[in-house]
């Protein structure tokens, strides 16, 4: 098993470009969830997942959308990215039903926005 | 509402010190408590958890006590090595799942 898998790894954008970072697990896994990282802030839950065809916001959403089309796979848009959005971007996933909610994070994307 | 806060950082410590970081917790009825930990570039790793008031999860020479009565998850070590260098969040989880996280505490072990 890869686990939980993101790419790119370290990514520069300009203010209002926009991109999607991906994130993949094999697990089998029905939740799935976005976090941003920040100094001091701890993780914060931007999107998360139930299951396919299925999203809610958390914490911070704004600026960001989420699919989920199929179970591996939870995309993390930036519709217009802004250097409040600078951050390290963590995806993970568990399964549903567990009564301990272990979630399994990705390596993390590293986003500079300028 | 539910909220995790754990004491500020950086934490230095000589090798084979004693280490305790601690962490309280806010939350309605009875969560999960975790401690994930997040060693340089890499994601966040379970360290150990507990899921009802005076279990002791532990791993690799770490434990913490779910303290309901003090509303605590304090991690402990009693001998850490260079390599226990990292990032340590103390987090919790109640019905449907979503992780709250505290801040983080950064710990660095001399040699």
């Known amino acids: 098993n890869a686990g939980v898998t993101q790419t790119p790894k370290f990514q520069v954008l300009k203010t209002g470009q926009s991109m999607t970072l991906q994130c993949a697990q094999d697990?089998?896994?029905?939740?799935m969830s976005w976090y941003r990282q920040d100094p001091g802030m701890g993780l914060r839950l931007i999107h998360y997942?139930?299951?396919?065809?299925?999203?809610d916001q958390g914490e911070v959403p704004n600026g960001y959308n989420v699919s989920r089309s199929t179970t591996e796979d939870f995309p993390l848009r930036l519709l217009s990215a802004a250097p409040s959005q600078t951050s390290v971007y963590f995806c993970?996933?568990?399964?549903?039903?567990?009564?301990?909610?272990?979630?399994?994070f990705g390596p993390g994307t590293r986003l500079t926005v300028t | 509402g539910n909220s995790v806060t754990q004491m500020e950082g950086p934490v230095t410590l000589s090798e084979e010190a004693f280490l305790t970081i601690n962490c309280t917790y806010t939350?309605?009825?009875?969560?999960?408590l975790f401690w994930y930990v997040q060693y340089p570039g890499e994601g966040l790793q379970l360290l150990l958890k507990?899921?009802?008031?005076?279990d002791k999860g532990s791993n690799k020479g770490f434990e913490a006590t779910y303290r309901k009565e003090t509303t605590s998850f304090h991690l402990e070590k009693g001998s850490v090595q260079v390599s226990d260098s990292a990032v340590y969040f103390c987090?919790?989880?109640?019905?449907?799942?979503?992780?709250?996280f505290g801040q983080g505490t950064e710990l660095s072990v001399k040699p």
């Open positions: 987090a919790l989880v109640k019905q449907g799942g979503k992780l709250i």
């Open positions: 507990a899921t009802k008031a005076d």
């Open positions: 939350a309605t009825g009875y969560p999960s």
């Open positions: 993970a996933s568990r399964p549903t039903g567990e009564s301990s909610y272990e979630q399994y």
């Open positions: 697990m089998n896994h029905e939740y």
């Open positions: 997942s139930v299951g396919a065809g299925i999203t």
